[in-house]
């Protein structure tokens, strides 16, 4: 029988990265791409005050406009990061910005914040929150994270992410400020620790009751930046790191001929580095926040030893590009074997 799924997935391959990645947004948007199964109870996870019906969120960059988040989040996904979104609209870098490194089962991207900006983002949003004829509001299947960003030019960061917390905070279940794209000049540098903290004091102070607030960070700082990042984190009032965004190093390993791109990898060839810093950041923690794990993740193996190093979470986002759909099966069957084979018998042991 023919795989509509896989079809689709092996058609958008072979298109023009970007055409394709508009496409797919198109195609789930309109459900179009399938629904998941219900997941196994044993895969629930509850942390930040919610509850996530499996470990496995999308990583943001994906659906940049929320314009597919209930198709997204009805394919199997425990959660849907939506965004970045910038307080305007920008239209990003020139293309081509956007390289598969298919032999190395990476991408480097170099989009830029590309962004509908904020009003329409809202207004993508809005239709989710309606209620039906009944006045009921139907509950997304996943709890739905929003990430904010800045713009390239014009941006006061202790204005911006303040008033972009405000406009986001009545529809996300959790908030992520990326200081980490590296495709935006001066944004990696408000990850340092004074900046960090002014950043949070401005957000807190403007916006008490917010949803629980994560910090996604760059796998390219030192490992002695992490500390005083996550302490900052933690005085600050935040909820939660994300541990990492793409990187701008070239393991000498690359074979694709996109290699020398610029711009941020993504993907399988990161799979070291983000190991290494959920390790640091993981003994350094201590439970005390939220950590999500995204980089390099592609097995179900890898999701359950990055929930034992301190993850509590993780986000897919080059596998799913290279998969499509079928990988949260794949994911999710083998972490369940996975945890038989540990004698795990729910991820909530994981946490005791």
């Given at each position: 029988m023919l795989d509509i799924g896989k079809t689709a997935t092996w058609l958008l391959r072979r298109l023009d990265p970007e055409t394709a990645h508009e496409l797919?947004?198109?195609?789930?948007?309109?459900?179009?791409?399938?629904?998941?199964?219900?997941?196994?109870?044993?895969?629930?996870?509850?942390?930040?005050?919610?509850?996530?019906?499996?470990?496995?969120?999308?990583?943001?960059?994906?659906?940049?406009?929320?314009?597919a988040v209930r198709g997204l989040a009805n394919l199997g996904f425990g959660f849907v990061e939506t965004g970045t979104v910038t307080p305007r609209p920008q239209p990003g870098n020139p293309r081509p910005r956007l390289f598969r490194?298919?032999?190395?089962?990476?991408?480097?991207?170099?989009?830029?914040?590309?962004?509908?900006?904020?009003?329409?983002?809202?207004?993508?949003?809005?239709?989710?929150?309606?209620?039906?004829?009944n006045g009921q509001v139907q509950p997304a299947s996943a709890p739905l994270g929003i990430n904010l960003g800045i713009n390239k030019t014009g941006a006061d960061p202790l204005v911006d992410y303040p008033a972009l917390v405000g406009r986001t905070k009545s529809y996300a279940d959790y908030i992520t400020i990326n200081l980490s794209s590296p495709n935006t000049p001066g944004l990696r540098d408000l990850q340092a620790a004074d900046m960090l903290s002014r950043l949070l004091e401005a957000i807190q102070?403007?916006?008490?009751?917010?949803?629980?607030?994560?910090?996604?960070?760059?796998?390219?700082?030192?490992?002695?930046?992490?500390?005083?990042?996550?302490?900052?984190?933690?005085?600050?009032?935040?909820?939660?790191?994300?541990?990492?965004?793409?990187?701008l190093a070239r393991p000498e390993s690359?074979?694709?001929?996109?290699?020398?791109?610029?711009?941020?990898?993504?993907?399988?060839p990161l799979t070291e580095r983000t190991w290494d810093v959920l390790e640091l950041v993981g003994q350094l923690n201590a439970r005390r926040l939220c950590l999500i794990s995204s980089g390099g993740i592609e097995t179900g193996r890898d999701i359950l030893a990055r929930l034992k190093l301190g993850a509590d979470l993780v986000q897919v986002y080059t596998?799913?590009?290279?998969?499509?759909?079928?990988?949260l099966t794949r994911l999710k069957q083998e972490l369940l074997q996975e945890m038989s084979r540990s004698g795990i018998h729910s991820l909530a042991a994981l946490r005791r």
């Open positions: 797919a947004i198109h195609s789930i948007a309109r459900g179009l791409a399938g629904h998941g199964r219900p997941d196994h109870s044993a895969l629930r996870t509850d942390i930040l005050g919610l509850s996530f019906p499996n470990p496995i969120g999308l990583a943001a960059g994906f659906d940049k406009n929320a314009r490194l298919t032999e190395d089962r990476a991408i480097i991207n170099r989009m830029g914040f590309n962004s509908c900006g904020i009003d329409r983002f809202c207004q993508n949003l809005a239709p989710l929150f309606r209620p039906d004829r102070t403007a916006h008490p009751d917010r949803p629980p607030l994560l910090v996604k960070l760059a796998p390219d700082l030192g490992d002695k930046a992490y500390a005083p990042i996550l302490q900052t984190a933690i005085d600050g009032g935040a909820d939660g790191l994300i541990l990492t965004n793409t990187t690359l074979r694709s001929p996109h290699r020398a791109e610029s711009g941020g990898l993504s993907g399988a596998a799913f590009i290279y998969e499509g759909p079928a990988l």
